[in-house]
């Protein structure tokens, strides 16, 4: 949350013509296979909903981090969603 927050400019500007540049691509495709791999970790350990979908938390966090005023509220946000079993 806190790299998201931070970044925000950078994450909104880095569109080209098409809506999306190759190289975002690759940090996408790169970002979502490590969340993939820490979700199904987390999920194995119990610490998440067997059923919580990796491009949906990204979708949440990203929500938070456009939409929150600073790292704290975000933060806050980010406490409100329940990943329980």
């Not at 979708?59 to 933060?75: C, H």
């Amino acid at each position: 949350m806190d790299h998201i927050t931070t970044k925000r400019d950078l994450a909104l500007s880095v569109t080209d013509d098409q809506g999306i540049s190759a190289l975002v691509a690759e940090w996408h495709a790169s970002m979502l296979a490590t969340a993939s791999t820490l979700l199904d970790a987390a999920k194995q350990a119990g610490a998440v909903r067997a059923g919580l979908d990796v491009r949906d938390l990204l979708t949440l966090v990203k929500g938070i981090a456009l939409a929150a005023s600073d790292r704290a509220q975000a933060e806050r946000l980010l406490s409100l969603i329940d990943y329980g079993t």
